[in-house]
């Protein structure tokens, strides 16, 4: 077997750990901005809808090349993988500060396009928010980069104890420069854009001294290949393209969410920091399917491949239902720490509570599995799926819903639900077909 128990555990634990902190840490900070007033968090909300979209865009990047190294690796090509790495690194540090340069032309055009219904108070906290979170997207997308390179190497050891840095920068900041100093959002966004800044430099240093397959300080004088850029970009981006689209279409459905009022998003941003919490378990175990399939396929070991999608699917289920069942359990307490109006906080706690029972049902059959499928580079069929999905469902039922059911702002979360569960259906029904394994790149 390519991969022991002990190896497995080694690289799931980590990830797990790091994905609850991170969660822990999303909630800290709409709990600490809360004190700054409901349009504070609608604010930050509506920006965090924008930043998804980007970090979509970059996580792509990152698995496009976490896939290609893996399959070098499962090929016993070491120098090929850190070839690609390289290859990654600097293509990725290009597009991320034209991300940059993009959003900061447009600033003004992207907020009011997307968002010129919310109220001027909204609008006037989620541009302070912006500022800040278009300045550190080239540390993300750097920090999102090494991960991956350490990843693929089978250490998620190191990612999460520089994520474990960078939570504990973000905490402490946060208390200096909301309660401390009473910057509300502006001190959200300055504190989010420093840890970001140290922790992509911390990790970019272990990576130069790193003495794996994957070095940084081996990447000087290797020379480029087109051809290597184009590999990442052949995985990628139909990945990025999905992503990107996703978010693009749940930026039309918070449009659909503005439109129900400033309480309604405050609710739905206090829900949707809840439901990543809840996800936070299995999109860590996710990350460990493109390493282990990833390297299974490289390979050609696809009866591993399927034994270990089948063991890791199963635990990803356990734990997304605990998650599920907690989040539910106490859906009304959490809502109370955010100080929201009676009103608001009862639609919060409804949101939570539906979220959980659709997130324990189909959540892991409809995310995990086509992370397995991309590993092996079944991508373009990943991508279609969603892409459908996406429209039909998420983006198309919310407006369907908000015209012919007086539900309020959950008519946006049943649409989702549907969404969840016909990707669920399609991609089981694809691995279960082994149409997969016929889509290697290598």
């Given amino acids: 077997m390519l991969f022991r128990k002990k190896d497995l555990a080694g690289l799931i634990l980590p990830l797990l750990l790091e994905q609850i902190i991170m969660g822990t840490i999303g909630m800290a900070d709409m ?112 920090l999102d980069c090494c991960s991956a390179a350490f990843r693929a190497m089978g250490n998620a050891r190191l990612p999460f104890v520089v994520t474990f840095l960078m939570s504990m920068i973000n905490i402490a900041l946060n208390a200096v420069f909301i309660f401390g100093y009473g910057w509300g959002v502006f001190g959200a966004g300055l504190a989010t854009m420093i840890a970001r800044i140290v922790s992509s430099f911390a990790l970019f240093g272990l990576l130069w001294k790193s003495r794996g397959v994957i070095s940084a300080r081996s990447f000087v004088g290797t020379g480029w290949e087109f051809d290597m850029v184009k590999n990442i970009l052949r995985l990628a981006l139909p990945t990025g393209l999905e992503d990107s689209i996703f978010h693009i279409g749940k930026l039309l459905v918070q449009g659909v969410v503005t439109s129900f009022g400033t309480a309604a998003i405050a609710a739905n941003a206090v829900a949707l920091t809840v439901s ?77 509570r539906w979220q959980a029972l659709a997130c324990a049902l189909v959540w892991v059959l409809a995310f995990n599995i086509p992370d397995a499928l991309r590993a092996a580079s079944d991508v373009r069929f990943t991508m279609t799926v969603s ?23 959950v008519c946006v979360w049943f649409a989702m639900f549907l969404d969840w569960t016909f ?10 077909s082994g149409k997969w394994k016929e889509k290697m790149f290598l």
């Fill in 31 to 142: 709990l600490m901005v809360a004190s700054a007033g409901e349009a504070a968090v609608s604010g930050i909300s509506l920006i965090d809808s924008i930043n998804m979209l980007f970090q979509s865009m970059f996580s792509a990047l990152a698995t496009g090349g976490t896939i290609i190294c893996t399959q070098y690796m499962g090929k016993g090509e070491p120098g090929q993988a850190n070839f690609a790495a390289k290859h990654l690194l600097a293509f990725s540090a290009v597009f991320s500060i034209g991300i940059f340069v993009l959003c900061f032309l447009f600033r003004f055009q992207i907020l009011n396009g997307l968002y010129g219904t919310a109220e001027e108070a909204v609008l006037r906290e989620a541009m302070t928010y912006f500022y800040f979170s278009m300045t550190s997207y080239p540390f993300l997308m750097l």
């Fill in 276 to 352: 990543e919490f809840t996800h936070m378990p299995g999109y860590a175990i996710g990350l460990s399917l493109l390493t282990v399939v990833g390297r299974c396929a490289g390979a050609r070991e696809y009866a591993q491949a399927e034994h270990y999608i089948k063991w890791i699917g199963a635990l990803s289920l356990a734990i997304t239902c605990l998650a599920a069942i907690l989040s539910a359990i106490f859906a009304g307490p959490i809502a109370e720490l955010y100080h929201l109006s009676a009103g608001t906080e009862d639609t919060a706690v409804a949101l939570m």
């Fill in 387 to 409: 892409l459908l999905s996406m429209w039909i469902f998420r983006v198309g039922f919310s407006y369907i819903f908000r015209a012919f059911l007086d539900i309020g702002v």
């Fill in 423 to 432: 990707r669920a259906s399609v991609f089981t029904w694809r691995l279960k």
